[in-house]
């Protein structure tokens, strides 16, 4: 049921969200005494400015209200998902060329990671670059990426 709710929830704020240039990055949501709390993080090439996330919070409770999803209330936040979430995927790691970051991969079915500069991102691989040199990881063998504060 509750995955059902996300893709549901998913359904009604993309839209927005890709039409603002925004990527909807992960839903989080939990249930107290009947209401629903709803976070949406989001992410751009511009960063996510706090007037957007007000602005979008509005136009995407305004969409949940002309649905029957949520007939008990609910409290909806929409925010930057912060530097410490994990990076999967072409777009999250773009967005970070140039920073310092820890990559697990798979790499001949065994678990293992790397750290370095990302120098380089492509639609198949990522490139580190450390004090051994370049290693390109494909972007099909990364478990998740962390920016190394």
């Given at each position: 049921m509750a995955q059902d709710l996300k893709n549901e929830i998913k359904l009604v704020a993309e839209p927005i969200?890709?039409?603002a240039k925004f990527d909807l990055i992960e839903i989080k949501?939990?249930?107290?005494?009947?209401?629903?709390?709803?976070?949406?993080?989001?992410?751009?090439?511009n960063g996510v400015p706090l007037d957007?996330?007000?602005?979008?919070?509005?136009l995407i409770g305004a969409a949940f209200e002309a649905t029957e999803l949520f007939d008990a209330g609910y409290l909806?936040?929409?925010s930057s998902p912060g530097l410490?979430?994990?990076?999967?995927?072409?777009?999250?790691?773009r967005r970070r060329v140039g920073?310092?970051?820890?990559?697990?991969?798979?790499?001949?079915?065994?678990?293992?990671s790397a750290e370095g500069l990302l120098a380089e991102v492509a639609e198949?691989?990522?490139v580190l670059e450390n004090k051994s040199g370049k290693r390109e990881?494909?972007?099909?063998?990364?478990?998740?990426g962390k920016i190394i504060i």
């Open positions: 969200l890709t039409e949501m939990s249930r107290f005494k009947g209401e629903y709390r709803l976070q949406l993080f989001i992410d751009s090439d957007d996330c007000a602005r979008l919070s509005r909806l936040e929409v410490d979430r994990p990076l999967v995927g072409y777009r999250d790691f920073e310092r970051m820890r990559v697990d991969y798979v790499k001949n079915e065994k678990e293992t198949e691989f990522v990881i494909p972007l099909a063998d990364i478990r998740y």
